[in-house]
């Protein structure tokens, strides 16, 4: 018997009782959608990230207080300072290191004129275009002669500058003003590599000494930056960097850093090990979902060869061998999981689509994913539907025409 | 096969059904010879044997004693997809009822054992269409099975029975839930189908069904009580 007519009577038969047949579907659909979903998600954040972090160049590590990568996020213990990263540059000896730099970081109302709205604020050494490397649009970054003492002057992202004086407006000389205090706009910057969202596009920057004396009210840093010559040789920058903090804080050997150092890559690992993980949890909760779908389609397989049984008698009377039998429902557990994987991935695509344009992440398709998505659904309609379709090939015919 | 041989030859056929609580001898030893061309009812009370012995003939089920020979092949032994095939193409088979496909057209229903038999859609399409218009349903073509009435679906069931061009055509009870305008109307079709040399066997309980047949078995007991041929 031919194929496309197996497949012609399953779709009469799916067909014949929508309900049903979409209800069995359901959970197949939730199963493979939300694999699909969460994939699609965690590999735009990636690419997002990656993308970010490579318009940055990766020739560079930071430096944060406290400890792993949670502590870096919320600091504490013994915190770095300016000293650390002045020793950093001036008596550390490793060759190695091009420049380093001190941040800081807060938010605050900024105006001009009459437009006023919240920015992040972060006070900086002109040091920092060297490693960070902010395209200049007008004007100038900050040079050597703000590092010291107070001048109230900053260099804003092109975001800001167009909320604030509009756009392409050439802001230089305008002044800006922070907590009462005015500011004399010197440059506009963009991020490398143009991409939206990334952080000099928003930011206002300071002198770091002015910030922490106008605006901070102290010394504290956020974080060090430092920048090596030969990219290859950033791990071992890192570890005498590392080693050279630990000495100027009296550490024991046994003791651990009371900061982190953290590269982009490790950054961009760290990312990608939570995503993957992520991944890997969504999978396992779906599997599950997927062999609760299964067990849906073997039941609902099981109740249409009872009630088929008398059909199945007459198939075998006009001459359906058991073969035929067997992959007449066989096809129709296969299309109802197939269909419902396919559902699947176009709803999870969906989802995921929507959720890019909201969050303003890349939309990514992984094809292997899909492909991996569809193959498994039908997996579950072969192995699920398998006894069912048995079961109704060995029916004796007259067992089955006389079945009531 | 010369035009004399023996369509159907059982040859002492038994046939004991096992079951826990004690075996039950349905046939008892059947010998029944089936020329080409013949028109055999076989007639009996129930319990007589008739279904059984109209299940083996049609090759739904295989005798535990005896031997079947059709067309001169012994077939007592096949196996369930050899009996399969031999149900394809050389028996046709009219029910008394649930003898259409549910969501499937007439059309669709005639095609079915042709279908089985691998025949290509065109030529499929094209013998059933003609089957429908010799038993004159071929405007119900494209309906529904369940949208037809009962003499109808009747017709369609003789048309598929003629689909494969089977060797026999196996009745089993065709009239039994029609009114006997209808059920006339069936058997006159049959009759007719019988004068152009299809081998018909009928199943049936009714004296004046059974009077359309050339010859009239009677079965009791699991035994042939009588065989007639009709002057």
Redo the contacts between chains.
């Keep these: ?2 194929f496309s ?1 197996v497949l012609n ?1 399953a779709q ?2 799916l ?2 009782n929508r309900l049903r047949t979409a209800l069995t579907m359901l959970g197949i659909i939730i199963g493979i959608s939300s694999v699909i979903l969460i994939s699609s998600i965690g590999q735009g954040a990636v690419a997002f990230i990656s993308e970010e972090f490579s318009s940055f160049g990766t020739n560079f590590f930071q430096i944060t207080s406290g400890q792993g990568f949670i502590g870096a996020m919320v600091g504490g213990g013994n915190p770095i300072t300016k000293e650390d990263a002045n020793a950093i540059a001036n008596e550390s000896r490793i060759d190695n290191i091009e420049s380093e730099a001190a941040f800081t970081f807060t938010t605050r109302k900024v105006s001009a004129g009459e437009e006023e709205d919240t920015y992040s604020i972060y006070g900086m050494t002109s040091s920092s275009q060297i490693i960070l490397k902010p395209v200049i649009l007008y004007g100038d970054f900050l040079s050597e002669v703000h590092d010291d003492g107070i001048n109230s002057v900053t260099v804003i992202g092109v975001d800001v500058a167009e909320d604030l004086f509009g756009v392409d407006t050439n802001p230089v000389g305008e002044s800006i003003r922070i907590d009462n205090s005015k500011y004399r706009v010197i440059g506009v910057t963009k991020s490398p590599g143009g991409f939206t969202g990334s952080f000099f596009n928003n930011a206002v920057n300071l002198p770091l000494e002015t910030m922490a004396a106008k605006i901070i009210g102290n010394d504290a840093i956020q974080e060090i930056d430092v920048s090596v010559y030969d990219e290859n040789q950033l791990n071992q920058t890192m570890d005498d960097v590392e080693s050279f903090l630990r000495d100027r804080r009296d550490l024991d050997e046994d003791e651990e850093s009371d900061f982190t150092l953290q590269s982009q890559a490790d950054t961009l690992e760290t990312i990608q090990n939570i995503t993957g993980l992520l991944t890997a949890m969504v999978a396992a909760i779906s599997a599950i979902s997927l062999v609760v779908g299964g067990v849906g389609v073997m039941n609902i397989m099981l109740v249409t060869v009872t009630e088929r049984t ?2 199945i008698g ?11 039998i067997l992959l007449q429902f066989l096809i129709e557990s296969v299309t109802l999981s197939l269909v419902g994987g396919l559902i699947g991935v176009f709803i999870g695509l969906f989802g995921a689509f929507i959720i890019a344009q909201v969050v303003n992440i890349p939309f990514v398709i992984s094809l292997v994913t899909v492909i991996l998505a569809v193959s498994v659904s039908s997996l579950v309609g072969i192995i699920f539907g398998l006894y069912p379709a048995r079961r109704a090939a060995k029916l004796h ?2 067992e089955a ?1 006389r079945h009531e | 096969m010369s035009k004399s041989a023996p369509l159907i030859e059982l040859d002492n056929i038994q046939k004991t059904f096992f079951s826990p609580g004690g075996d039950y001898l349905a046939l008892k030893g059947i010998n029944l010879t089936v020329k080409k061309g013949e028109f055999v009812a076989i007639m009996g009370p129930s319990g007589s044997g008739k279904s059984t012995i109209m ?1 083996i003939m ?1 090759a ?2 295989s005798p535990t004693g005896g031997t079947y020979k059709l067309k001169g092949k012994d077939i007592s032994n096949y196996t ?2 050899q009996l ?2 031999i ?3 050389e028996i046709g ?1 009219i ?1 008394q009822t ?2 259409l ?4 057209t007439v059309l669709g229903n005639v095609e ?2 042709m ?4 025949i290509p859609a065109k030529e499929r399409k094209q013998r059933a269409m003609k089957i429908l218009e010799r038993l004159g349903i071929a405007d119900k073509a494209s309906n529904l099975s369940n949208h037809i009435s009962g003499g109808q679906i009747q017709r369609v069931a003789v048309a ?1 029975a003629l689909a ?1 061009n089977p060797a026999i055509i196996l009745a089993d009870e065709p009239t039994g839930n029609l009114d006997s305008k209808m059920a006339y109307e069936i058997m006159d079709i049959i009759k007719h189908l019988n004068s152009k040399k299809h081998t018909i066997v009928l199943i049936t309980h009714e004296n004046d069904i059974a009077a359309y047949a050339k010859r009239i078995v009677r079965l009791k007991d699991g035994l042939i009580e009588s065989d007639k041929v009709k002057k």
């Design positions: 018997m031919r007519e009577s009469e038969a067909k014949g008398k059909e007459l198939l075998k009377a006009i001459g359906a061998k058991e073969q035929d015919p007259i025409l | 299940n049609g739904l089920d369930n997809d399969a095939e149900r394809n193409k088979f029910f649930f003898n496909l549910p969501r499937t079915k054992p279908v089985y038999a691998d598929r494969m």
